[in-house]
T-cell receptor
Framework: GQQVMQIPQYQHVQEGEDFTTYCNSS?????IQWYKQRPGGHPVFLIQ?????EVKKQKRLTFQFGEAKKNSSLHITATQTTDVGTYFC????????????FGKGTKLSVKP | DAGVIQSPRHEVTEMGQEVTLRCKPI?????LFWYRQTMMRGLELLIY????????DSGMPEDRFSAKMPNASFSTLKIQPSEPRDSAVYFC???FGAGLVTEAFFGQGTRLTVV
């Protein structure tokens, strides 16, 4: 079935360094969503990208959707300790409509 | 709105026992998802409903797992009999979709431990 691959699995950075996580699909996605899960918490929606080549920003976070709508990235500038958590991309599954398939996530740790 | 409400928050049970997890979606949402999260497998979609109808249950691991949505405000995920490998955090999520899946709102999750 539809799979969304995400890399890296883990990322350790020094506070103030940048961070990027990448999401790839073997098929074209109609849209892609990004979520953040704090340690011990639940996934929380960050953003949805729909258009080819779309770029959206939320303060220090920049989200991109590839031109072919098969890949996406999340970039955090100057990480802070509050950025700690696991970042997931999610896309619609193949076959039946309406389902939401998550990548394995990138776990970010930030050293103060 | 209080968000998606799951109960119980924690469940410890013995192998072979029946376990029932409960979920109340956000009012007005027409999609409801059940996910299982483990370190090894990440967030797995088990089943999802649209307007109370199960649409895709291909993620349900075995016949021991069953899910129901008797009305728009309640869903259950049942495991009978439970096994230690079922230990995980189970999330319920709901969303409002109108042709294009929109953001999913997750509950706090149920941490299940089967001993």
């Amino acid at each position: 079935g539809q799979q969304v691959m995400q890399i890296p699995q883990y990322q350790h950075v020094q506070e103030g360094e940048d961070f990027t996580t990448y999401c790839n699909s073997s098929t074209t996605l109609s849209n892609i969503q990004w979520y953040k899960q704090r340690p011990g918490g639940h996934p929380v929606f960050l953003i949805q990208l729909v258009k080819s080549g779309e770029v959206k920003k939320q303060k220090r976070l920049t989200f991109q959707f590839g031109e072919a709508k098969k890949n996406s990235s999340l970039h955090i500038t100057a990480t802070q300790t509050t950025d700690v958590g696991t970042y997931f991309c999610a896309g619609p599954g193949g076959g039946s409509q309406g389902n939401l398939i998550f990548g394995k996530g990138t776990k970010l740790s930030v050293k103060p | 709105d209080a968000g998606v409400i799951q109960s119980p928050r924690h469940e410890v049970t013995e192998m072979g026992q029946e376990v029932t997890l409960r979920c109340k979606p956000i009012s007005g949402h027409d999609y409801l998802f059940w996910y299982r999260q483990t370190m090894m497998r990440g967030l797995e979609l088990l089943i999802y409903f649209n307007n109370n109808v199960p649409i895709d249950d291909s993620g349900m691991p075995e016949d021991r797992f069953s899910a129901k949505m008797p009305n728009a405000s309640f869903s259950t995920l049942k495991i009978q009999p439970s096994e230690p490998r079922d230990s995980a955090v189970y999330f319920c999520a709901s969303s409002f979709g109108a042709g294009l899946v929109t953001e999913a709102f997750f509950g706090q999750g149920t941490r299940l431990t089967v001993v």
